[in-house]
């Protein structure tokens, strides 16, 4: 018997393959422990590298950069250019951080739009994850006690909400994470995922084009360098692909690549 073709209702498109192309906004996750070079691979996507002939293309997805500076961490891109940031500070008793952000989000779309930033950078989405729940807690008269579920799923609902906020917007979105190890006490297995909450730390990655864990090396010949794909231990993904799995943590790595 054969089969019908199902023929396309009017107004959906259909678009071929082969004209995919990199130069479109990008969604980075990178994740590690303190000082794996999270924040500086973040601030690399502030300028051009003068020795480095790129595309006109590319020149429009770098060169200013906006951070969400959650962590207090700017020192690490003291004197860069082409930088701006703002700081969060958070009391638990009568936290700010959630709304202050929320009433910033016009104001970021403005300049993503009007092509005054090319990046922007949550710094990190760890400490981000925290302030939500201490909105959560505020808000429901419930400061010091620990959350209910009801109130665990409103924090996860509102760090959704800010993921898919950013990553909505036509510049590139870099968000970092603390790391955590996991153990499964039946099976004994052990994975690091990023450090957010419950189960969100295994479903954050769908978010992302791009999730790198970030390391830093030790010894004489020691150098950052950020995993590209998934093991046994690492959660990681790339839709740029790479020959290696692991990759010198640099702006110009991850063009090259995307190039």
Known sequence: MAVKETVPEAGIEFKDASEI???KPTGF??????????????ASFNAHDPRVN???????????????DYDD????????????????????????????????????????????????????LTTLTEACMNQVLYSTGHVGLQPTFPE?????????????????????????????????????????LPLVTGK????????????????????????FQMLTRPDRIYTAKSRIGYKEAYQVTSYRTIMEAMK
Not at 84 to 102: C, Q, S
Not at 162 to 187: F, G
């Open 29 to 42: 996750l990178f994740y590690g422990g303190s000082g794996s070079g999270k924040t500086e691979l973040a």
């Open 152 to 192: 665990w799923g409103t924090q996860m609902r509102y760090i959704q909400d800010i993921i898919i906020w950013s990553l909505s917007l036509p510049v590139n979105v870099i968000m970092t994470a603390h790391e955590q190890i996991q153990k499964d006490d039946t099976t004994g297995r052990v994975w690091c």
């Open 200 to 223: 969100l730390a295994q479903r954050i990655s769908l978010y992302f084009d791009e999730v790198y864990h970030l390391e830093s090396g030790t010894g004489k010949d020691a150098r």
């Open 54 to 68: 790129w595309e006109a293309a590319w020149e429009e997805k770098v060169g200013k950069v906006m951070m969400m």
């Open 21 to 23: 192309t990199g130069n």
């Open 73 to 124: 961490g700017m020192l690490t891109v003291r004197g860069a250019p082409n930088i701006t940031y703002h700081t969060f500070t958070e009391d638990r008793g009568r936290p700010t951080i959630y709304n202050d952000l929320i009433r910033m989000k016009p104001k970021i779309e403005e300049l993503s739009r009007s092509g005054e930033i090319h990046t922007l950078v949550h710094d990190s």
